[in-house]
């Protein structure tokens, strides 16, 4: 009976911020098994070790370990990439990566701006250049061109 009423109010403790705790979660539907071979195809013959630690553990383990949904791994890789200030080719693929698992153009906004707080301003700027080419403006959308503030 005690363990019933702790899970009711770990519910109304953790629900109103979204969260669903595991005991209450559905089962989750099977997973697409991520596969990469970018390691081998660019690097395999210059660094056959590098390219299979890239390929078989980074991607083959890490990105399938069921412990972390692959949209929040996503957005945990965009955020580790813009903190130590990489904005090449590797963010471009690991943004357009979160847009296939469900990161929306409005989740991608707010995760660049906390970034920006906690790790710099200029990286936020730069990684928002990229997030605009995979989440392109559309027709609906408004955006502020001004130089000055909005009133």
């Known amino acids: 009976m005690k363990k ?12 109103p911020f979204g969260r669903t705790p595991s005991v209450m979660a559905a089962p989750s539907p099977q997973r697409e ?11 395999g013959n210059f660094a056959p070790l590098f390219a299979e630690a890239n390929d078989d553990v980074l991607f083959g383990k890490v990105w399938n370990d069921p412990s972390v949904d692959v949209k929040t791994r996503c957005i945990v890789t965009i955020t580790s990439l813009v903190s130590m200030g990489v904005t090449d ?4 693929y690991h943004l357009q990566n979160a847009k296939n698992h469900g990161v929306t153009r409005k989740e991608i906004a707010g995760i660049l701006t906390q970034v920006g707080f906690y ?8 990684a928002f250049s990229m997030a605009k080419e995979v989440w392109p403006e559309t027709a609906g959308s408004t955006e502020h061109n001004g130089g000055g503030m909005e009133k």
């Open 4 to 15: 019933g009423i702790l899970v009711m109010l770990a519910c109304a403790l953790v629900l």
């Open 33 to 43: 098994k991520i596969v990469q071979t970018a390691g081998r195809d660019r690097l």
């Open 89 to 92: 080719s590797s963010l471009k």
């Open 119 to 126: 790790a710099g301003w200029p990286k936020a700027w730069a």
